[in-house]
């Protein structure tokens, strides 16, 4: 059973560029979260999505945004890169049959020079 | 709002020792409590998780933890830490509806040493 998959692992992208990320929900999740993490910090909410819906959203400015699939995948899009936007980006996924534990995957680590 | 507060950014520990890792929350709602961990270059990985029920949960790796709710506290501890356990910990809580945002605390770092 494949965990939650995301890509790429590595990004570099220069400011003023746009990045799309992607995830892959554990087999049986349909909903799915995104979390920026700052060097040395905790995991922040950005957004999460469920029946291809925005659900709930997080402190972050709209340049973020995001989109889900029928297919229960999910995209990450941020416009108008600035330098404190990197990060590791994680996306997590849960079932809303059993929707008490968020499950993460490896991450993507986002650079922008 | 909800936020939470890890006050050790680092604890330094002897293999073979016990260990506690301290976590408190601030919730105005009934919150879920989660402990992950994250090893270098990887993502979050669950421990152990408070529902409901019993205030002492086990989890992975021998670790567990345990609510009081009077503290608003959660508190992760091992009673023998092998090198292994050298990672980063983060302690979350979330409301009790489906699938809620995590709030993260800034992170421990367990650091075991021979």
């Known amino acids: 059973d494949a965990g939650v998959t995301q890509s790429p692992t590595h990004l570099i992208k220069t400011r003023g560029q746009q990045v799309t990320l992607r995830c892959s929900p554990k087999?049986?999740?349909?909903?799915v979260s995104w979390y920026q993490q700052a060097l040395g910090q905790g995991p922040q909410f950005i957004f999460q999505?469920?029946?291809?819906?925005?659900?709930q959203r997080g402190n972050f400015p709209d340049r973020f945004s995001g989109h889900q699939y029928p297919n229960y995948s999910s995209e990450l899009n941020v416009n108008a890169l600035l330098l404190g936007d990197s990060a590791l980006y994680l996306c997590?996924?849960?079932?809303?049959?059993?929707?008490?534990?968020?499950?993460f995957g490896p991450g993507t680590r986002l650079t922008v020079l | 709002a909800q936020s939470v507060t890890q006050l050790d950014s680092q604890v330094p520990v002897f293999e073979e020792a016990p260990v506690e890792l301290r976590c408190n929350y601030s919730?105005?709602?009934?919150?879920?409590l989660f402990w992950y961990v994250q090893y270098p270059n990887q993502g979050l990985q669950l421990l152990l998780k408070?529902?409901?029920?019993?205030?002492l949960v086990k989890g992975i790796n021998g670790f567990e933890a345990e609510f009081n709710k009077s503290q608003t506290s959660f508190h992760l501890r091992k009673p023998s830490v092998h090198i292994s356990d050298t990672a980063e910990y983060f302690c979350?809580?979330?409301?009790?509806?489906?699938?809620?945002?995590?709030?993260f605390g800034t992170g421990t770092r367990l650091q075991v040493m021979l």
């Open positions: 408070y529902l409901s029920g019993s205030t």
């Open positions: 979350a809580v979330s409301d009790t509806g489906t699938a809620s945002k995590l709030t």
């Open positions: 999505y469920y029946e291809e819906e925005e659900r």
């Open positions: 919730s105005s709602v009934s919150v879920y």
């Open positions: 087999s049986g999740h349909d909903t």
């Open positions: 997590a996924s849960s079932s809303t049959n059993s929707g008490d534990t968020q499950y």
